[in-house]
């Protein structure tokens, strides 16, 4: 491990360093034409073999995952309070009751080539970096016992002795799920090779829709997350327009295109509405930046986007510039949202967020939070409040609290499909 270590170093500085840098290109040349020359030939089976044989950063800096079943003492620096606080904040805020015996928290990245756009493919929350850490350490801290305990005496959150919680990460370019410190014990093994299997037909099928093709679809995905002159291994976020706050079982049934946010939410679990505040205030602004990022790349690409990837070159590794020179390109290429060279391919929409909660605690989020009700007022994002007090009729946001009702109640599962529908939630916003 510390032999690979060392020669990730020693080619990262001899590429860097200026007394060395011309001498390793020259003398390295051969050896990199004949690997450039296999990777352009075939891409897929080189993202195979590199994935096979990768040094991560999992497998070099190792965490220290301990099972739940025996008494832990770890070292990470943070009091068991805070470990609490972390745990029980992240299972309000997808209003978390039941739990099975093994539970994946999946972090998302993803993987392309040849692409100075590449971060902006990962977890734009993590500020552009894949979300696997932040998963890996939730589920280390919901592991340790001590955690469980006090969760069990001062929250009354009972989290069985069975269950065992897994980090994992969604290749986005790939659909593939990798799951890190699996280290089960035996009565959970038929379980994990169960979820390993299931993940991998869903990946299958993910890749299939996406990709719009039945057969081969990973190693085509594969391929192109490889293949240094594809214009775009994946869509990314493109088409994104909604945001639903909700319990899954609301849209459960319902085909969204892959147009929308889903954030898991039950406000009968959520008595003082400090969750609901979190998801307004952290992810749904986030979403919206998204969003922003989106439409202005799309409505204005050559003053707010990244120009045609074509011509682009890399500026200092921070930045990209059209060409020779000029100012360095602040959004998305014209490649991630335009279809052709004049057919759109993202819809420039403003987002829509649906929630579904009493309107009273919405309305008070918003009160004390003038940013959000800036961000409604000024009509960057659409709110929309499913009151389940009052049937399940939805409610549009208007300037300064006014709210229009939506006719229909919703309390049906058919008419909550109308509701929840693309074009998002095309109905309650004509």
Request: charged share 20%; hydrophobic share 35%.
């Given at each position: 491990?510390?032999?690979?270590?060392f020669?990730?170093?020693?080619?990262k500085?001899?590429?860097?360093?200026?007394?060395?840098?011309?001498?390793?290109?020259?003398?390295?040349?051969?050896?990199?034409?004949i690997?450039s020359?296999?990777?352009?030939?075939?891409?897929?089976y080189?993202?195979?073999?590199?994935?096979?044989?990768?040094?991560?950063?999992?497998?070099?800096?190792?965490?220290?995952?301990?099972?739940s079943?025996?008494?832990?003492?770890?070292?990470?620096?943070?009091?068991l309070?805070?470990?609490?606080a972390?745990?029980?904040?992240?299972?309000?805020?997808?209003?978390?009751?039941?739990?099975?015996?093994?539970?994946?928290?999946?972090?998302?990245?993803?993987?392309?080539?040849?692409?100075?756009?590449?971060?902006?493919?990962?977890?734009?929350?993590?500020?552009?970096?894949?979300?696997?850490?932040?998963?890996?350490?939730?589920?280390?801290?919901?592991?340790?016992?001590?955690?469980?305990?006090?969760?069990?005496?001062?929250?009354?959150?009972?989290?069985?002795?069975?269950?065992?919680?897994?980090?994992?990460?969604?290749?986005?370019?790939?659909?593939?799920?990798?799951?890190?410190?699996?280290?089960?014990?035996?009565?959970?093994?038929?379980?994990?090779?169960?979820?390993?299997t299931?993940?991998?037909?869903?990946?299958?099928?993910?890749?299939?829709?996406?990709?719009?093709?039945?057969?081969?679809?990973?190693?085509?995905?594969?391929?192109?997350a490889?293949?240094?002159?594809?214009?775009?291994?994946?869509?990314?976020?493109?088409?994104?327009?909604?945001?639903?706050?909700?319990?899954?079982?609301?849209?459960?049934n319902?085909?969204?295109?892959?147009?929308?946010?889903?954030?898991s939410?039950?406000?009968?679990?959520?008595?003082?509405g400090?969750?609901?505040?979190?998801?307004?205030?952290?992810?749904?602004?986030?979403?919206?930046?998204?969003?922003?990022?989106?439409?202005?790349?799309?409505?204005?690409?050559?003053?707010?986007?990244?120009?045609?990837?074509?011509?682009?070159?890399?500026?200092?590794?921070?930045?990209?510039?059209?060409?020779?020179?000029?100012?360095?390109?602040?959004?998305?290429?014209?490649?991630?949202?335009?279809?052709?060279?004049?057919?759109i391919?993202?819809?420039?929409?403003?987002?829509?967020?649906?929630?579904?909660?009493?309107?009273?605690?919405v309305?008070?989020?918003?009160?004390?939070n003038?940013?959000?009700?800036?961000?409604?007022?000024?009509?960057?994002?659409?709110?929309?409040?499913?009151?389940?007090?009052?049937?399940?009729?939805?409610?549009?946001?208007?300037?300064?609290?006014?709210?229009?009702?939506?006719?229909?109640?919703?309390?049906?599962?058919?008419?909550?499909s109308?509701?929840?529908?693309?074009?998002?939630?095309?109905?309650?916003?004509?």
């Amino acid at each position: 491990m510390e032999k690979s270590k060392f020669w990730n170093y020693f080619l990262k500085r001899m590429k860097n360093m200026l007394p060395s840098a011309f001498g390793y290109v020259e003398g390295s040349g051969i050896f990199y034409g004949i690997a450039s020359f296999a990777r352009t030939i075939t891409p897929g089976y080189s993202y195979r073999l590199k994935t096979k044989n990768a040094t991560t950063h999992e497998a070099i800096c190792q965490p220290k995952i301990e099972l739940s079943q025996t008494p832990s003492h770890d070292d990470s620096g943070i009091s068991l309070q805070e470990k609490v606080a972390i745990v029980k904040s992240a299972f309000d805020l997808t209003g978390w009751k039941n739990f099975a015996p093994l539970v994946l928290f999946v972090g998302h990245g993803s993987h392309s080539a040849n692409n100075p756009f590449g971060s902006s493919l990962d977890c734009g929350a993590c500020a552009a970096s894949p979300g696997r850490h932040n998963a890996r350490m939730l589920a280390k801290l919901a592991n340790i016992s001590e955690v469980r305990h006090q969760l069990a005496v001062e929250h009354q959150l009972v989290i069985p002795a069975s269950t065992i919680f897994i980090g994992a990460e969604h290749n986005t370019t790939t659909d593939e799920i990798t799951i890190f410190d699996a280290e089960v014990p035996d009565t959970h093994q038929e379980q994990l090779q169960k979820v390993k299997t299931d993940l991998y037909k869903a990946q299958q099928t993910a890749t299939q829709e996406r990709l719009s093709t039945k057969k081969n679809s990973i190693a085509l995905a594969q391929e192109k997350a490889n293949n240094w002159g594809e214009t775009r291994p994946e869509w990314g976020l493109a088409k994104n327009a909604g945001f639903i706050i909700a319990p899954r079982e609301l849209t459960k049934n319902v085909h969204l295109d892959s147009r929308c946010f889903l954030h898991s939410y039950d406000w009968k679990m959520d008595t003082t509405g400090k969750a609901l505040e979190g998801i307004l205030q952290g992810p749904m602004v986030v979403t919206q930046w998204i969003n922003n990022h989106y439409y202005f790349s799309t409505v204005d690409n050559e003053t707010f986007g990244g120009g045609s990837k074509i011509t682009h070159n890399i500026t200092g590794k921070f930045g990209v510039v059209q060409g020779n020179g000029g100012d360095l390109k602040m959004g998305l290429p014209l490649q991630s949202v335009n279809q052709a060279d004049k057919e759109i391919y993202h819809q420039p929409l403003r987002l829509s967020v649906l929630v579904q909660a009493p309107t009273e605690r919405v309305e008070l989020i918003l009160r004390q939070n003038e940013h959000l009700k800036t961000l409604l007022d000024n009509e960057w994002i659409y709110l929309l409040v499913m009151d389940p007090l009052q049937e399940n009729r939805i409610k549009r946001y208007k300037k300064d609290f006014k709210w229009d009702f939506s006719d229909n109640p919703t309390s049906g599962k058919e008419e909550v499909s109308k509701q929840v529908d693309t074009p998002v939630f095309e109905e309650v916003l004509s």
